[in-house]
């Protein structure tokens, strides 16, 4: 699919692939020049794992990639200003887009988080801007992009009005902003060890082969509820919808409650509103867009926080979207419309190819389960009913599993990603990556 160019995309068609690998660097509130830490207060080697607090420490990831025509900058001499020489090349010069000025504006928290599945025009921006109590809005990209058995809740932006929205140690690090407008991507450090980035920092924002890859560039506090950002001339790539979520800041003294309302209407119809925290109260409500080729199975989705870690998805949602049907081998399945065609296709070569009993009815975990991942507020892709667990007691998570690879060859055939081959393996797991129309 063809899309616009950003114009704020700096094009240097022709250059390979980035792919060496400097010296690892950990930052806490220090100024980086390439491989060497200096004019440091105070340095982590992350050998503890991601900090308890995201918004105690920026840490750097797997440093940038130099670009073939950038030579060895970076590899020696202080930095003249704060991540100078750090941020002189772009690890993507696809997705680069001019580096920001050192921050001088003053940090403000963002208290509320807009949502719709369309653009945001001009003139809801100003009404929403308009509302009394209202001190500032940004205007970002907002989409869930599937990341193994998880979604990461992923912002576009511009990285020199966005940074003065995040915590300190984040928005004073001019490395992390440089990095971000150099085309990488910057995750919140609780996110360090449990995203499945390869060895020289990349990771695939998808699950199929093809989606596209963005080098982690720093660890690095973001907004509430957000795992990770992006500059904007990642917004086609990734399939997002630009200038889809507007970030507000209220007035000191003002609730974020007290607005809340008046900023719903202002926004318009299609809009969801959220209340930025470290937690999600029961009750609030909440939008996701997932992007990739399984987008448009999953529409809008709209949902409300429950306890114990579960979610209650819009009744209209469940309703166009969820049904029970009759499958080979598993019987009664309830999952996503979507998944149906192919999952039935995929079970029936299995029976064709004589390994029915391969697949344990009586150890099928479900389909469509709407929740959180274990312990976190990123929803599991069971939400969506476009995954399902088959085999559970013989395939644990962390194992190699004993499921029969010619049933994972044919699953894979028919539009599925199997959890066997994740970093972090999850074998009984299946889930639908593309449309595969069985004709």
Known sequence: MAHARSPHRRHRRGAPRPGGLLARLVLVGCLVAGPVLVACGGADDGSAGAPADDSSAATAGPASPSSPSSGSSGSSGAATSPGETLG??????????????PLEAALVAADLLVTTSQPLDAVAVARVRAVPGVRLVERVSRAQALVEDRTLDLLAVDPARYRRFTPAASAQSQVVWNRVAGGEIAVRPSLRRRLPADEEGWLRLGNRADSPRVHVGAYAPQVAGVDAVVN?????????????????????????????????????????????????????????????????????FTYTVLGGGRIAPDPAWVAAHISTETVPILGSVTCNNAIFPQLRAALTEIVDLGLASEIHPGEYAGCYYPRFIAGTTSLSNHSFGLALDLNVPGNQRGTVGEMDRTVVAVFEKWGFTWGGDWAFTDPMHFEMNRVVNPG
């Open 88 to 101: 002189a090349w772009a690890a993507d010069p696809e997705h680069a887009v001019d580096r920001p000025a």
């Open 232 to 300: 904007e001339a990642w917004v086609d790539d990734l399939e997002m919808t630009r200038g889809n979520a507007l970030l507000v800041a209220v007035a000191p003294r003002t609730s974020p409650q007290s607005v809340r309302r008046a900023v719903t209407r202002a926004a318009g119809s299609d809009a969801a509103v959220e209340i930025l925290g470290p937690d999600l109260p029961v009750g609030a409500a909440q939008t996701a867009v997932v992007v990739g080729t399984v987008g448009e199975a999953v529409g809008r």
